[in-house]
């Protein structure tokens, strides 16, 4: 079974930064896209950003410049450095993996960014 867990969530300050991980376990085939979303309190679920098998990344323009979407292939992991971080960024944030057009998802991580 596959399983998407992630890490590093927490309450920062704003002007912060904080890593979020997220390791995909249970499978031997190839992860071909990962990415991030967040879903903030009473908000829809949002794409924040993504990254392909080649390392094409791409960002929602509320983050742009200041979020690094980035993964280690060997260990099935992507990680979200998130820096200059805003109370606006407060939300739960959630990893995907796509494998054979199957997309599984984490619990979330939950992010607090105090003003």
């Known amino acids: 079974q596959v399983r998407m867990v992630e890490s590093g969530g927490g309450l920062v300050q704003a002007g912060g930064s904080l890593r979020l991980s997220c390791a995909a376990s249970g499978t031997s085939l190839d992860i071909n896209a990962m990415g991030w979303y967040r879903q903030a309190p009473g908000k829809q679920r949002e794409m924040v950003a993504g990254?392909?098998?080649?390392?094409?990344?791409n960002y929602a323009d509320s983050v742009k410049g200041r979020f690094t979407i980035f993964r280690d292939v060997s260990k099935n992991t992507v990680y979200l450095q998130m820096n200059s971080l805003k109370p606006e960024d407060t939300a739960n944030y959630y990893c995907?993996?796509?494998?054979?057009?199957?997309?599984?998802w984490g619990q979330g991580a939950k992010v607090t960014v105090s003003s």
């Open positions: 990254i392909t098998s080649g390392g094409n990344t």
């Open positions: 995907n993996g796509t494998i054979r057009s199957l997309r599984f």
